[in-house]
Structure formats: C-alpha cells, structure tokens
C-alpha cells in the first residue's frame, strides 16, 4: 500500500535553531516528492518539488533532500523564526491514481518556533 | 487575483440537515480536488474532477456529492450530514496531475 510516514508528529525549537524533518516513502511508481507548509487556520502552500533526479533543492532558508534509493526525504529549517511555526506536510505523487488520486499525503510534522 | 476561494468559512449542521459547500477558482485550473482533514490524520481526498462536466471518486467519497458545471467552481454536497462529517474541508486546484495544489483556506464544518 502506497503510504507516507512523517517524523516527528512534532517538534518545539528556540528561536534561531535548525532542524530537520524527515519523511518516508512506500510510493510506487514515484514521479516526485513536495513538502507543503501549513500555517494555523490556513491551506497548505508549496514549499518545494522534488523530482526523481533531485538530491537537494533550496527555497530560503528551507532545504529539501531526497533520496530515491532509501525512499527518504528531509526538509532542514536554517535560522528558525517565530513564523515558520506551521505543521509541513510531505506529499508524495505517483504516476498512477486509484481512489487516494495520484497524491499521497503524510500525516504531517507540527513545527512550533519559541523565543 | 484571489486563488481559491472557499465558503463558508464556517458552518455548524444538525444530523441529518443538507449542505453545499463551494469551492471558485480563478486560475483557469483543469483539475480540482476536495479534500478533510481530521486531527492525526493527513489529507484525505473526497471526490475530485480533471475538467469541466467531470468528477470521479476519491479515497472517501461516501455521504458526498460533487459538480462542476462551470471550470471554475467545484461543489461539495452533503445531503444528510452525519457527526462523522464534523471536520475541515480543504478545496484545491492544479492546472495538470503534476503540478503543485493551489489550496483554499478551508472550511470546518460541525455536525451535532
């Protein structure tokens, strides 16, 4: 069954720290891999894509990783601020549909940013 | 140019009672998608349509009805709300299968 698993459910960080959140894949035939931020009250917004050939893609201080062998994606926060607060939501898509479409989402990371 | 706008923003049903929840776009988006979300629980897709006059069913469709009479607008029906419903409902477009969501802010809808 194709699934997404995220860690951690969540994650409370100081202000100006990094860190890093992991994803995991049992996705196939992969075509690529996003990571949504979404804020409290509001829909999700693409943070960044990752295609099949990608090891790493930048977007600011967000870093995206894959690794297609392992089935393993990361996405590294540089410099947290108050407002990457959000729950990141890892969104794997596959060339064929079925009834979850051809996007399978993760349950999410709930990222909280303190000062 | 707003992006996807849902309403209502807000809405409190009685078991039983029926409802349409719309979803407009203005991006010329083919592809558009009703997804809940339930807390611990990723997105799940309802039903969604790959162009005008088309819908198809999704990983949950039961207790849903779905049109889309016009490319730009996507509606959601309920036609006999259950407590099972209570939830958030996310409506997004795309211009292909492969292309990033664009999401509405959603809608949360209780049910008693």
């Known amino acids: 069954k194709n699934q997404v698993e995220q860690s951690p459910q969540s994650l409370i960080i100081l202000e100006g720290k990094n860190c890093t959140l992991q994803c995991n894949y049992t996705v196939s035939p992969f075509s690529n891999l996003r990571w949504y931020k979404q804020d409290t009250g509001r829909g999700p917004v693409s943070l960044t894509i990752?295609?099949?050939?990608?090891n790493t893609k930048s977007n600011g201080r967000y870093t995206a990783t894959l690794d297609a062998d392992t089935k393993q994606s990361s996405l590294h926060i540089t410099a947290s601020q108050l407002s990457d607060s959000a729950s990141y939501i890892c969104?794997?898509?596959?060339?064929?549909?079925?009834?979850?479409?051809?996007?399978?989402f993760g349950k999410g990371t709930k990222l909280s940013v303190k000062p | 140019n707003a992006g996807v706008t849902q309403t209502p923003k807000f809405r409190v049903l009685k078991t039983g009672q029926s409802m349409t929840l719309l979803c407009a776009q203005d991006?010329?988006?083919?592809?558009m998608y009703w997804y809940r979300q339930d807390p611990g629980m990723g997105l799940r897709l309802i039903h969604y349509s790959v162009g005008e006059g088309t819908t198809a069913k999704g990983e949950v469709p039961d207790g849903y009805n779905v049109s889309r009479l016009k490319k730009q607008n996507f509606l959601l029906g309920l036609e006999s709300a259950a407590p099972s419903q209570t939830s958030v409902y996310f409506c997004?477009?795309?211009?292909?299968?492969?292309?990033?969501?664009?999401f509405g802010n959603g809608t949360r809808l209780t049910v008693t």
């Open positions: 990752m295609t099949f050939s990608e």
């Open positions: 997004a477009s795309s211009p292909d299968r492969y292309s990033p969501l664009h």
């Open positions: 969104v794997v898509i596959s060339n064929y549909g079925g009834s979850q479409g051809n996007l399978i």
């Open positions: 991006m010329n988006h083919e592809y």
